[in-house]
Every structure is written in structure tokens, then in C-alpha cells.
């Protein structure tokens, strides 16, 4: 906050939201230039009714009207009516003191509830987690209310979620105070333990469904089978009788649908034969259909 200026005297930002920073440089820089006693003392009276002036009360009029400039150049705008609505140096101190001790107070219980209440997210990793932790220890610092370690260490294990159950009740049964940077160790280490988990069994689930075992195909009905060769039921053209007894007499291919082509069955056939019916190619619609039955 302090830097230094041409002058070579210390400088540093006026009082906007942090007062016990301002504060504090506000006191070394008017114990600098010797007019801390302004802030500590009461306005002097005269001790005589004279109508001389007083030494010594002259001396502490001009120390404090130099002291309360001295802290109005020092604050921003917003709180320049604060400063100079007062006669002393000592009021114009104490009135600023009030307004942020209000202020704290407010933030004091803003913080208090958060760290009791404090959880770690769902997204959230176990370094953000300790993280924010440590910030509202440190908030919780700057307003003069520090949290030790081995508090916030027990803070941050209540706030985790089941999965870390086992290290938080073994750590929360120590005899010895809890060191946060030590906890964050351990909790990272089981971390990264479910992370690695997790993916294993991503990993088996889809290569149990890739090797998945198919359902088996249904039995072909040779009663539905109609042969190549001569266009009858229940036989298929390697098994023909008519066409091996044809080839016995040096006939050949004669039959109707003479095509070596496998034999199928099942919904396709009656697909084939409902289409072959349909183009009006009847005396060939049992060759067509068939021709979908597969060979056993």
C-alpha cells in the first residue's frame, strides 16, 4: 500500500474499505511528523480566564489542526463528510474506528457462518476446497478473529462428502493437533485413489458391452423351404431327388429355377414372395422366395 513520492516522504492510498490497514500506516505516518498526540489526548482548555493566549493550548491547536488534515487528505471521498464534521483529531479518529467496527462486525458473522457451514461442492477438487478454506481464515485474520490450524483442519474434514469417511474419522481420532497443509496431502492422496477407480470401471462397462454375447438365430423350418429345382416343399436343391435323377439321365439343369444359390428362410422369404406376387411374377414367386432361406 505505501509507496514513496518525489518528496521522498512515505505515501500510501487512502481509506476506502480497509481500515485497520490504513490504520495502521495512518499512525506511523502522524507519529512521523509528531502529531500522534492529537489522536490520544482531549482538546486543552485555557487554564486562566485572561484573555491571552495560552501557550501551551496554542501549540496543541495547531498540532491538532495539522493532525486532522493530515487524515482528511488520507481518506476518499465517501468518507470525507465522516472527518470533517468534527472539531478534533481525536473525534474525527474514533468516528471512523465506529463506522468499520459496525462494518466488521457484520462481515465477522458473514464469515463465522460460512466456515461452520462449509462444504465441499460436487465439481469441486480437494485443492480448490482447502483453498477457499484458507480464505476465510484469512479474512477471518484481517478482522482480528484468527482460526489456528488444527480448527480449520477440523472444518475442512466436516465438510467432505461420505467417500472420504474412513480418513476423516481415523484423522479426527488423533491425539495430536492437525496440520492443514497435511491433511490437504492425505485427502488428495484418496483423491486421486476414487479418480482412478472411476475410470477403471468406465473402462470394463464398455468392454463388457462390446463383447456382449448376441442372441442366437432361430432354426431354419425346412417344412418352409421350397427347392430350386422343382419348386416343392421340404427339401432343398442339393437334396433334390427329381433333379438327381434328371442328372442320372444326362438331363442337366432342366427344373424350373435351376440357380445354385443358397436356400434361406424366416421373415424374408415371405418379404420376397409378397414382392414377387406383387410384379405379377407368379410362376416364379416360390423360386424368388426362396432363394432368402439359407442353406443348413
Known amino acids: 500500500m505505501a509507496d514513496h513520492g518525489r518528496y521522498g516522504g512515505p505515501r500510501f492510498a487512502q481509506l476506502d474499505d480497509e481500515n485497520k490497514v490504513w490504520a495502521a500506516y495512518q499512525r506511523a505516518q502522524l507519529k512521523k511528523e509528531k502529531l500522534w498526540t492529537a489522536v490520544v489526548t482531549d482538546e486543552l482548555a485555557s487554564s ?23 487524515i482528511q487528505m488520507s481518506v476518499k471521498p465517501v468518507h470525507l463528510n465522516t472527518v470533517t464534521s468534527v472539531d478534533t483529531t481525536r473525534e474525527a479518529w474514533d468516528a471512523l474506528k465506529v463506522m468499520f467496527e459496525a462494518r466488521d462486525n457484520a462481515q465477522l458473522l458473514r464469515l463465522t457462518d460460512e466456515l461452520s457451514s462449509l462444504k465441499k461442492g460436487g465439481d469441486e477438487n480437494i485443492i480448490k476446497f482447502a483453498s477457499r478454506a484458507k480464505m476465510i481464515r484469512d479474512e477471518l485474520a484481517m478482522l482480528g478473529n484468527p482460526v489456528d490450524d488444527n480448527m480449520l483442519a477440523l472444518r475442512v474434514l466436516a465438510g467432505l462428502p461420505a467417500e472420504y469417511g474412513m480418513l476423516t474419522t481415523e484423522l479426527g481420532n488423533k491425539d495430536t493437533k492437525l496440520v492443514v497443509t497435511d491433511v490437504t496431502n492425505k485427502l488428495l492422496q484418496v483423491e486421486q485413489r476414487s479418480i482412478s477407480v472411476g475410470a477403471f470401471k468406465r473402462s470394463g462397462s464398455v468392454k463388457s458391452q ?54 434361406g428362410c424366416g421373415p424374408h422369404a415371405g418379404a420376397a414372395l409378397a414382392y414377387t406376387a406383387s410384379t405379377g411374377n407368379t410362376g416364379s414367386s416360390k423360386a424368388h422366395g426362396s432363394s432368402l432361406c439359407s442353406s443348413t
Open 48 to 70: 486562566s480566564d485572561d484573555k491571552k493566549s495560552d501557550p501551551v493550548v496554542d501549540a496543541w491547536d495547531a498540532m491538532n489542526q495539522a493532525a486532522l488534515a493530515t
Open 210 to 263: 462390446a463383447f456382449a454375447p448376441t442372441a442366437p438365430k432361430k432354426p431354419c423350418d425346412k417344412k418352409s423351404v421350397v427347392c430350386f429345382y422343382c419348386n416343392k416343399k421340404g427339401n432343398m436343391q442339393r437334396d433334390c431327388y427329381k433333379k438327381k435323377a434328371d442328372e442320372a439321365k444326362g438331363k442337366g439343369n432342366a427344373g424350373v429355377g435351376g440357380r445354385e444359390g443358397g436356400h
